[in-house]
């Protein structure tokens, strides 16, 4: 049977110094009194926990990417017999909403509540999370009232007080981390991003270092922290491990978390609200602005204007910006100079894409997490062939791991091989050091693991010099990565080789044949 469609009443809009609770106290006054066919909310806990059950049926019906883009940082903020008030950031959330997900919204209230109800909006620019149940069930003491609770600067309210301003996106996850990130924050942090799970290798170490240096000393001596990097590197991993740390060391930290893009919408916003001025208190008064892809900054002059001033504000009050973006700041195509003069500022540092040492590191770090490291020559085939980004070793791990487990067949370089096709004709850009050294070690009769060895017999040594060259010449690989992948050596041994065997082939004739034979057939 169709739902029948309710009324679309909106909460009366309230002025700034008003608090959305009122506003939504106002229209519940107003509303006829109905019997309750089930008991109703009478707290902030029971209100999260309903709030909580509306999220899920909400998921049942949206996809997910709606649903952690509109939904994550709404809150319910009243309910009676009659109707539910829903609290949203700004009025183009709530527009939004109303015009695109009010039927999905009014289905799942129907399924939490046991019957159809009218589905009310209240905007409130200044939602902050700092509580949150232990269990998704609501069966759970809720931390703010237990030993230790305290308010904060987006949270006034002492130990044992009650708060309207809670976080139903972290009741979601049983043994979450409490998270104090801003409502207008656009990403949960994910738990699983810290310090301590970040493989370090010569390609991020000292952006790893950065990162821990801000969450020690923030708004002190990296300020603002630029960092920049292709995709897939790690960088949302150190922002959310810097982020954590902060919280960590002080939970009441108040961090504005979010895109650029965000940011851009929030003032296209506050312009056509003409509430620039509420705009302007939400990510002026924050302890620590987090920025993801700044360079979307591109081509919007007025947003550069405005953030600019933003900047100067946070800055010169000593709070923490942090920045993030796919190139450095004097890439950022038309990017006022002040701006860029500003972001060069603090510390400006580039993640690099990982060498091969850590991507071995992340493959064995990565496989072991999820249960069954990966043999040695299965991690140095991926290794080989998948270097452009982290992301892409990650989901290697879990595809391979997944097709054998439910296959039941031992993890094989042949069967990676098989499943991985697409993935290693994708990144054929290049031959891979192990398909170099099969033709190497089928000429000489010898081993790859002994050319990876530490023998230094005759042997040994020129086909590991042989393969060395034919690698250096063939591939893209620097010298650090070769000499990783012949046993740990340095690369000043892999200069040396490629040295003696360039004097072999202007010495001997027949050296320089063999070296020409071997290119021509790794051409083919």
């Known amino acids: 049977m169709e739902a029948p469609q309710p009324v679309d009443t909106r909460c009366d809009a309230a002025p700034p110094e008003a608090t959305a609770p009122e506003t939504c106290a106002q229209a519940d006054a107003a509303a006829p009194e109905a019997p309750a066919a089930t008991p109703q909310p009478t707290s902030a806990a029971d209100l999260l926990a309903r709030w909580v059950d509306v999220q899920t049926a909400l998921q049942a019906l949206i996809q997910r990417e709606q649903f952690e883009t509109w939904f994550r940082r709404a809150e319910l903020r009243s309910a009676d017999a009659s109707r539910v008030c829903l609290a949203v950031q700004n009025a183009f959330t709530r527009d939004w909403l109303e015009r695109h997900y009010l039927t999905a919204i009014q289905r799942a209230v129907a399924k939490a509540f046991g019957r159809n109800l009218t589905v009310e909006f209240v905007v409130d620019a200044e939602l902050v999370g700092e509580r949150r149940p232990r269990s998704a069930t609501g069966n759970g003491t809720d931390p703010a009232s237990g030993p230790g609770a305290s308010g904060s600067p987006g ?3 002492g130990p044992g007080e009650s708060t309207p301003s ?32 970040f493989v370090v290798g010569p390609c991020n170490r000292f952006a790893h270092a950065a990162s821990v240096g801000v969450s020690e000393s923030p708004g002190k001596n990296y300020n603002p922290f630029f960092l920049h990097g292709s995709n897939g590197l790690g960088k949302t991993h150190l922002l959310q491990s810097l982020c954590y740390a902060l919280l960590e060391r002080t939970p009441q930290t108040r961090i504005l978390y979010l895109s650029c893009e965000t940011f851009v919408n929030h003032f ?21 602005l987090v920025v993801d892809d ?24 000593g709070k923490q910006i942090v920045l993030s973006s796919d190139t450095s700041p004097k890439e ?15 510390l400006v540092t580039e993640i690099e894409r990982p060498c091969y040492e850590t991507r071995m590191a992340i493959l064995k770090r990565k496989s072991r997490e999820r249960g069954h490291e990966l043999p040695e020559d299965v991690a140095r085939l ?21 097709y054998a487990s439910l296959s039941g067949q031992a993890l094989t370089p042949e069967l ?25 070690t089928a000429h000489f009769n010898t081993k790859l693991s002994e050319l990876q060895s530490k023998r230094r017999s005759n042997a040994i ?37 490629i040295e003696r065997i360039e004097q072999e082939m202007s010495a001997n004739p027949r050296t320089k044949e063999l070296v020409a034979g071997f290119l021509n057939q790794l051409r083919r």
């Not at 195509?333 to 603090?346: A, D, N």
């Open 155 to 157: 949270n006034p309210s």
């Open 332 to 346: 950022i195509p038309t990017l006022q100079e002040r701006l860029v003069s500003r972001f060069k500022w603090g």
């Open 382 to 402: 991926l290794a080989e062939h998948i270097d452009r980004n982290i992301r892409e070793l990650e989901g290697a791990v879990t595809r391979l791991q997944g």
């Open 268 to 288: 296209i916003s506050a312009l056509t609200d003409g509430d620039l001025t509420t705009f302007r208190s939400k990510y002026r008064n924050v302890d620590v």
């Open 166 to 197: 809670l976080q139903p996106s972290m009741a979601l996850t049983v043994g979450a981390p409490v998270s104090r990130l801003m409502w207008a924050s656009d990403v949960p942090l994910n738990p699983h991003y810290r310090f301590d799970n």
């Open 461 to 497: 040594v020129f086909p590991r010099q042989i393969g060395m060259y034919l690698i250096r010449k063939s591939t893209r690989h620097s010298l650090e990565e070769i000499g990783g992948f012949f046993g740990g050596r340095d690369h000043s041994t892999v200069l040396y080789a």
């Open 294 to 317: 700044i360079h979307l900054l591109a081509n919007k002059e007025r947003t550069q204007e405005e953030f600019f001033h933003t900047f100067n504000t946070l800055y010169n009050a």
């Open 416 to 440: 990676a091989m098989r499943v991985l096709r697409d993935v290693f004709t994708q990144s054929r850009g290049q031959l891979s050091m192990e398909e170099i050294l099969r033709v190497v």
